[in-house]
């Protein structure tokens, strides 16, 4: 299994779409299992009921994909905000697809679709990063930089990172 984390925005699907088709295994996304399950999205989820109970869905959600998936799984940005989530994580493959703030901006725009961006989007990028950097950087085996570069590329570094080889 590889497992891909980094913060929002940073291309962990169409990465992980893409290095799952060049390993010939299964891709997973546990937003997608989230939005699945639910039945709403993932931005009404914290409307509705906050980012506590999101986190717990969360948490869930990342537990049953790790024992339940072989192939690439992506993580949304703040599954690795768990302990738990981040114990689970020793022992596999982690790439941490790593941006800075102008190039988040340039890739989301850092609009207010995104619930933990909704006031200043800027500011608060900045202030998850610095949060959650090392959370990253702790549970990751490969860092993968992916300001400047295309999906491609990255995908390329990532298998160059984690030293894996095409089907």
Known sequence: ????????????????????ERLGVGYRDTDDDIVAEQGRAI????????????RAIEKRAVRTALTGHDGVLALGGGAILDAD????????????????????VKRTGLNAAR?????????QWRELMEARRHLYEE???AVVPTDGRTPE????????????KEA
């Open 85 to 104: 989530t981040r114990g689970l994580l020793a022992g596999q493959r982690v790439a941490y697809l790593s941006m800075d703030v102008e190039e988040a």
């Open 1 to 20: 299994m590889v497992v891909l984390v980094g913060p929002m925005g940073v291309g962990k699907s169409t990465v992980g779409r893409m290095l799952a």
């Open 43 to 54: 931005a009404e989820i914290f409307v509705d009921e906050g980012e506590a109970a999101f």
């Open 139 to 141: 549970v990751a085996t």
């Open 115 to 123: 619930p933990l961006l909704a006031v200043n989007p800027r500011k």
């Open 153 to 164: 590329e990255v995908t390329q570094a990532a298998l160059d990172a984690l030293e894996l």
